[in-house]
């Protein structure tokens, strides 16, 4: 059960903000074999002073429209699995939304699974 928290730009129309929530979605469920019906996601956006992501890092360019995606996860997955998610969300969302694969910028938060709770005040998986 990946948490996933979406900051974009308030520039991006609603129908690619949720393309970006779709596609991210899809790379969890192929990539990270997150079942289908497990989808808990914050989308927010953002003024231009609000979302501030460098021009360039690490030699990527970044525009106006570079999205900010964190997922909190279980622990455990390899780096090759890590890999996989990272290019599969930035292939995804490039393929249908105007934003570049360059302005995916994804960070992965691994969390022990008793670090949970799915409601009821119980710890589902401790």
């Known amino acids: 059960m990946p948490l996933v928290w979406i900051a974009a730009p308030r520039s991006l129309g609603t129908t690619d903000v949720r393309h970006v929530a779709n596609s991210v979605h899809e790379a969890l469920t192929s990539v990270f074999n997150v079942p289908m019906q497990d989808r808990f996601q914050v ?14 890092y690490l030699g990527v360019r970044h525009s106006a429209r570079a999205v900010l995606i ?11 699995m890590k890999r996989a998610l990272y290019a599969r ?5 490039a393929a249908g939304s105007a934003v570049d694969a360059a302005d995916v910028i994804v960070s992965l938060l ?4 008793e670090n949970w709770s799915f409601g009821d005040g119980a710890a589902q998986y401790a």
């Open 70 to 80: 964190q997922i909190t996860c279980n622990e455990g997955r390899s780096v090759e």
């Open 89 to 93: 969300v930035a292939t995804n969302v």
């Open 43 to 56: 989308v927010t956006r953002h003024a231009a002073d609000e979302l501030i992501c460098t021009p360039e």
């Open 110 to 113: 691994e969390v022990k699974k």
